[in-house]
Nanobody
Framework: QVQPVESGGGLVQAGGSLRLSCAAS????????MGWYRQAPGKQRELVAG???????TYAESVKGRFTISRDNAKNTVYLQMNSLKPEDTAVYYC??????????WGQGTQVTVSS
């Protein structure tokens, strides 16, 4: 079992920045990939960024150059630094801890709202 807990969401103006954090507890040694997803109203949940155990990041095209994912293994925490935010980034952001196929864990989500 893994328990991801997000924090750091909020309201920001377009062009601003936010940093999300996801602290994982439980069987953290089993986590292969930590990722951030988001879901806007009326839309499907989509991958924003992921980072492997070895530290290799991946990004959705829509956030490349603006968002940075990183991890602090000592704190079992993954961060998502979001810069140059746009109104279309508004969504609930979820942290995901992926162990194996069909075995992953979700946080409760944190709201990010970008005003124009």
């Amino acid at each position: 079992q893994v328990q991801p807990v997000e924090s750091g969401g909020g309201l920001v103006q377009a062009g601003g920045s936010l940093r999300l954090s996801c602290a994982a507890s439980g069987s953290i040694f089993s986590i292969a990939v930590m990722g951030w997803y988001r879901q806007a109203p009326g839309k499907q949940r989509e991958l924003v960024a992921g980072i492997s155990r070895g530290g290799r990041p991946t990004y959705a095209e829509s956030v490349k150059g603006r968002f940075t994912i990183s991890r602090d293994n000592a704190k079992n925490t993954v961060y998502l630094q979001m810069n140059s935010l746009k109104p279309e980034d508004t969504a609930v952001y979820y942290c995901n801890a992926y162990v194996t196929y069909d075995n992953d864990y979700w946080g409760q989500g944190t709201q990010v709202t970008v005003s124009s």
